[in-house]
Each structure stands twice: as C-alpha cells, then as structure tokens.
T-cell receptor, first 110, second 115 residues
Framework: AQRVTQPEKLLSVFKGAPVELKCNYSYSGSPELFWYVQYSRQRLQLLLRHISRESIKGFTADLNKGETSFHLKKPFAQEEDSAMYYCALRVTGGGNKLTFGTGTQLKVEL | ETGVTQSPTHLIKTRGQQVTLRCSSQSGHNTVSWYQQALGQGPQFIFQYYREEENGRGNFPPRFSGLQFPNYSSELNVNALELDDSALYLC??????????????FGPGTRLLVL
C-alpha cells in the first residue's frame, strides 16, 4: 500500500529565509504527487502538482523518483505563507483516491 | 461557479447513534470523494462516488456507507457511532471519475463529535 511521510509537524522560519517542506512517499509504481495547503479558517486547496511543473505563489516541487521525494521549496518565505501543508499521492489506476501525509505547519516569523 | 458545500458544520452525537452528513458538489462535477480527518492527522480516504455508484473505497468498515444523487450531491452515513469516529469529515468534488489529472476541490468539512 502507498504511504506519504512528512517528517516535520512544525517548521518555523524567518521572513525572507528559504523554505523546504519535506515529503517522502512509498509506492512501487509511478505516482502523481500533490501539495495541498490550508490557510487559517480556509478550506483545503490544491497548491501544485508535479505533472504541471509550475511555480505557484513562488513555491516549486520536483519529483525525485530515486529518492521517492517531493519536497516543497520557496526561496524567500513570506508571512502569508504561514499555513498547514499536506503532501498527497494518487496512484495510477487508483481512481481519484488521494493518500495524504500528516501535514507540516509552516510558521513564518517576522 | 458554486463551490463545494457541506452540512451541517458541526454535529454532536452519542455512541451507538447514526449520523448523515451531506455534500453538494461544485457545479459541473460528477464525482464526490469523502475523507475522514482525525485531529493531528491528514485526511484519510473513505470512498468515492462517480455517477451515483461507488468507485473505490478505503479501509473503513461497512458501517460507513454513502449515496450519490442524480444531481451529484452526496451523503455519508455512519451507523453505530464509536468514539473514534470523532473527526472532521471532508467532501471533495471533481470531474471525470478515475481520470488522472482531475483536481479535487474540498468543502469546509463537518466536525463530528461522538460522546
């Protein structure tokens, strides 16, 4: 069965510092990876997915199949980036089922 | 475009009771997925409905059941409630069933407390 691991429950950085939220997965096939974000008092929403290869709000994530990782990065953190971030995986032929990690709370301090 | 809505927002039940949670999918979407999010955990897939039929199920017992209606809205029913069923229940809608690449849009959730 597939699994997503986010090793950090909380990540605290200063404004302007680089951010890296870690995500590792276990799955023998070719998964589709996503990052979802939940801002305070808002619903869970898609931030980005690896097949799009795009940068959203300055965030990027590269799928590394060798290391089975999909870390989320941003070169300069902003206060509005403070939120809960979830890494999720969808498997080929698995319908639209998402398997989520436990999430990392990002806190950007001034 | 109307987003995903869920009702009620909060609910308190006692152990052994039954509960029904409701979800209205986003306009144009024909697929609804349900997730359970326990405190401090990520969402966990319960099941998915596509065009009124179950289209995948997670590791949840049969007392978790669902329905999808012709207008693609959906219900999640939980029988014989247990204390561990206390969680945030999220509904997500998308278009296309099992089609890869379809983004799921989440509702605000229903918070269930079982006493």
């Amino acid at each position: 069965a597939q699994r997503v691991t986010q090793p950090e429950k909380l990540l605290s950085v200063f404004k302007g510092a680089p951010v890296e939220l870690k995500c590792n997965y276990s799955y023998s096939g070719s998964p589709e990876l996503f990052w979802y974000v939940q801002y305070s008092r808002q619903r869970l929403q898609l931030l980005l997915r690896h097949i799009s290869r795009e940068s959203i709000k300055g965030f990027t994530a590269d799928l590394n199949k060798g290391e089975t990782s999909f870390h989320l990065k941003k070169p300069f953190a902003q206060e509005e980036d403070s939120a809960m971030y979830y890494c999720a995986l969808r498997v080929t032929g698995g319908g639209n089922k998402l398997t989520f990690g436990t999430g990392t709370q990002l806190k950007v301090e001034l | 475009e109307t987003g995903v809505t869920q009702s009620p927002t909060h609910l308190i039940k006692t152990r052994g009771q039954q509960v029904t949670l409701r979800c209205s999918s986003q306009s144009g979407h024909n697929t609804v997925s349900w997730y359970q999010q326990a405190l401090g955990q990520g969402p966990q897939f319960i099941f998915q409905y596509y065009r009124e039929e179950e289209n995948g199920r997670g590791n949840f017992p049969p007392r978790f059941s669902g329905l999808q209606f012709p207008n693609y809205s959906s219900e999640l029913n939980v029988n014989a409630l247990e204390l561990d069923d206390s969680a945030l229940y999220l509904c997500a809608s998308s278009f296309g069933g099992s089609a890869l690449g379809e983004t799921q849009y989440f509702g605000p959730g229903t918070r269930l407390l079982v006493l």
